[in-house]
């Protein structure tokens, strides 16, 4: 029992490491060569559709690594985390948000690759191809990138459970509740520039949370 909970504790730790990575990695990719090639999923446009075209094995590998492969690690990661964590109310509230932000995630990742390969057809006319970049833009902004609030509430309420398993410090805490709160008012519209700031400290978080659980010894904060 007693090392099947240290296996436990090792995996969150790596998956919380892994899970920060692709944030970072994310953010990075983005600006290295996704910004360069003006890329917009936002934007309708002809111009839009021939960037698709001409970079859409990229694309696709984008949204494959941010949406599909984050999502995926996400459920394992939840699921681990709340295993031993007491509040039982609380943390099925929590495992239940965290398999919705998957969930999400995973639907709006495939939904635009798949629009990626449809538009990418020789036969179909750019105006059906413009439509339906409009589509995915839209599933996009509804359900995994045009706000925070799913994921704001997952690590908010994540960082309560934990916190008072002790499995986390004060101020891990702390940055989770901010962080939360950021996510979750990102589903105003006129705010929702700030999932920046809630992929940034989402980075930090989830860093801090493998290190935790990576670190030899007392693993209780008090």
């Known amino acids: 029992m007693e090392a099947n909970s240290r296996v436990t504790i090792r995996l969150t730790g790596y998956l919380s490491l892994i899970q920060s990575g692709i944030f970072l990695l994310g953010m990075v990719f983005y600006i290295m060569f996704l910004l360069p090639i003006t890329f917009d999923l936002g934007v309708v446009s002809v111009d839009q559709i021939g960037i698709i075209l001409d970079h859409k094995n990229m694309l696709q590998s984008f949204y494959g690594m941010t949406y599909i492969v984050f999502s995926v690690l996400l459920l394992f990661l939840n699921s681990a985390l709340c295993r031993d964590c007491p509040n039982q109310v609380l943390t099925s509230i929590t495992r239940h948000f965290g398999i919705v932000w998957s ?33 995915a833009n839209l599933m996009m902004e509804a ?37 939360g709160g950021i996510g979750v008012i990102t589903v105003f519209p006129k705010l929702s520039e700030l999932g920046a700031f809630f992929g940034i400290g989402m980075i930090i978080w989830f860093a801090a949370l493998g290190v935790t659980k990576l670190k030899p010894g007392e693993r209780l904060y008090v």
Request: proline share 0%.
């Open 103 to 135: 969930v999400l995630l995973l639907c709006s990742g495939l939904f635009v690759i798949t629009s990626f390969e449809y538009i990418a057809l020789a036969d179909v006319e750019n105006s059906i191809k413009m439509s339906t970049l409009a589509i």
């Open 143 to 179: 359900l995994g990138g045009g706000n925070e609030l799913i994921g704001g509430l997952w690590v908010g309420s994540m960082s309560i459970i934990l916190r008072k398993a002790f499995y986390i410090g004060r101020t891990q805490w702390l940055l989770g509740l901010v962080i």
